[in-house]
């Protein structure tokens, strides 16, 4: 049986400040190689900026309360879905995955994923689809080269894990959800991962041979969240 990789893709990489063509030409370009090694891909877009700015013209336009804010961000990663499914409209299903509870028709080579409902990022998608089909993997494609103990944006000495346990990472982070929160990976995606004992892998896609070498099993840089 064919592996199923699962690779929640950042809205930051898709989307930063405009679409980011360069980056989605290099993701198509490795995707399909290994596909055509036989591999299976879900692939669960983030909303990134365009959900970002959508929520903050609207807070700043009006009281909103956080589901409204959260189902503007699901939109987002919606239109980016469609975005990828186009890209890989040869191989991939015409359908895109919105709800990760539902039984998955998968017969061709990538399923596209996005939002699915206010309370959480598409990071918990990604377990969800991740469980459903029996995968204890996820890839997590995001703009960070690693986890680290404090933003290294504003702190030079933020020290970088290249392991690290669910219990401390999930220490490292607020414990709840809050629309448009910026952490590696969500607190009620990383309680049920910690639950169902998955490991997840954090690197900066803007490096697509990071990518390359941990899909061909060889060293790379970034972060393992596991159980132990």
Known sequence: MSETVI???????ICPDSIDIAFLKKFKEIIIKH??????????????????NYQFAARDIGMLDNEDVDWLGIHATRINAHLVRTIFKQYAEAHICHDPTQKIVFNKKILVASGWKPGFSTDYDAVLLAKQLK??????????????????????DAKPYKNI???????????????GLNAPFDPVASKEAE?????????????????????????FEGTIISWD
Request: no cysteine.
């Open 7 to 13: 690779i929640s893709v950042g809205g930051s990489l």
């Open 35 to 52: 596909v055509e090694k036989g591999k299976r891909f879900v692939l669960i877009t983030g909303g990134g900026k365009i959900a970002r």
């Open 165 to 179: 346990s669910w219990k401390d990472f999930r220490n490292m982070f607020s414990n709840k959800w809050s629309p």
């Open 195 to 219: 639950k169902l004992k998955m490991k997840v892998y954090i690197l900066n896609g803007a490096n697509p041979e990071n990518l390359e070498n941990l899909l061909e099993e060889k060293d």
């Open 135 to 156: 995968v204890n993997k996820i890839i997590n494609l995001t703009n960070i080269d690693y986890v680290y103990d404090k933003d290294p944006s504003k702190h030079s």
